[in-house]
Each structure stands twice: as C-alpha cells, then as structure tokens.
C-alpha cells in the first residue's frame, strides 16, 4: 500500500507570494493533518481535516487555510508569504482523527 | 489538555552502546504516547506505540519503551546502537478518550559514534 504523498518536495518563493501544498493520504485514510516543523519551534499543529471537515484548527494566523477534498486528498495554502513561514510542512494520514497517525516526506519550503 | 518534554536535546553513544531517550509527559486523561523517528530530509516515522495493555511495547529496527504511568514517563531503549541509528527521535502524546491532537516533544538527536 503506497504512503502519504506529499507535492511538491521543495519550493522557493519570495515574500508577499503565496503558495498551495498537496498531500495524497494512504488509500482509505480519511483524516489529514498538517504539521508545520521548525528549527526553533519544533512540530507544531496547523490543522486537522476529516471527511471535508475541519475538526480542529492550531495557533496559526488566518494567512495559513486548508481544504479536503471527497477523496480525502487535502491542501493547505499560505498567503502573503513571510520570512518565518520557512519550514518543513509535514501531512499526516490516519484512517480516523483518534487512529495513529503516518506522515508524508514533508514539502519544505523557503521564503525569500 | 496533554504536554511532553523531551530531555536533551542530543544524545551522543558509541556504536554497540545502550541507547536511552527520555520522554515525561503531562495528561488529563489517561495517554497514548507514541515514539517517531525522523531521518534527514525525511517525514516522521512510526517506531512504537502505546495504547493500552502491556506497559513494555516493542517496536522497529529493535527499540522498545516502557509505559510508567507512575512516573509520568515513555523512555525509548535499545540495547545496542547502530550507526544507522543516527537521527531525531519525538515522543508524542493525545489522550485517549475525547478528541484531542497529536502533542510532539521538542525533539532529541541521537549521534552515534564509531
């Protein structure tokens, strides 16, 4: 069974851009959540999709949103990109929100 | 509400050395604790969990963790490390009734020496 999926592997973009990331959960997965890791503030939660539902939502300003799909396939997207989003973005996939959570090779992007 | 601390942040061993890395953990309910490793330029990876039932679980590539709910505690150990055990390792904790998040430790590196 192929793992979570996550594209693209790496991105650049300059400040004040904004930028959409993918990940494809594990066939039958049906809760997505997204991680954003840093240097210093370590693996901190963003939010948490289940069936098309946002379940639950981490102290991030509005700039960073997401979405789920029917087939549970989830983006999130950053807005007016700043120096500090520069981070490892990390999506996990679990068959419900409680069940153990396998992670994706993670999007890591740098802001310019 | 659920927290974990991870102490040190590195932890250096040579090669065929016992390996400890501590994790405490603060819950309002009874936990599931979980240990990932990370290899460079790489997502997390499940090594071993624990639910409920046996307090020891063991794990991949030979690590195991003990349950103490006594001390608060979720130790990783293996008894002989591997040069290709290099890498950061995260405890984890979500409660286990109710809906909650997965809560992440810092982080500790562990390096292993020749």
């Known amino acids: 069974k192929a793992g979570v999926t996550q594209t693209p592997r790496y991105l650049i973009k300059t400040r004040g851009q904004q930028v959409t990331l993918s990940c494809s959960p594990i066939s039958g997965h049906r809760s997505v959540s997204w991680y954003q890791q840093t240097p210093g503030q370590g693996l901190q939660f963003l939010f948490e999709?289940?069936?098309?539902?946002?379940?639950n939502k981490g102290n991030f300003p509005g700039r960073f949103s997401g979405r789920q799909f029917s087939n549970s396939r989830s983006e999130m997207n950053v807005s007016t990109l700043e120096l500090g989003d520069s981070a490892l973005y990390l999506c996990?996939?679990?068959?419900?929100?409680?069940?153990?959570?396998?992670f994706g090779p993670g999007t890591r992007l740098l802001v310019l | 509400a659920q927290s974990v601390t991870q102490l040190g942040s590195h932890v250096s061993v040579s090669e065929g050395a016992l390996v400890l890395l501590r994790c405490n953990y603060s819950s309002s309910v009874p936990p599931y604790l979980f240990w990932y490793v990370q290899y460079p330029n790489q997502g997390l990876q499940l090594l071993l969990k624990?639910?409920?039932?046996?307090?020891l679980v063991k794990g991949i590539n030979g690590f195991e963790a003990e349950f103490k709910k006594s001390e608060t505690s979720f130790h990783l150990t293996k008894p002989s490390a591997h040069m290709s055990d290099a890498a950061e390792y995260f405890c984890a904790v979500r409660l286990s009734s109710g809906y909650s998040t997965l809560t992440f430790g810092k982080g500790t590196m562990l390096l292993v020496s020749p």
């Open positions: 999709y289940f069936s098309e539902t946002q379940r």
């Open positions: 996990a996939s679990s068959w419900t929100a409680q069940e153990t959570q396998y």
């Open positions: 624990y639910t409920t039932g046996a307090t």
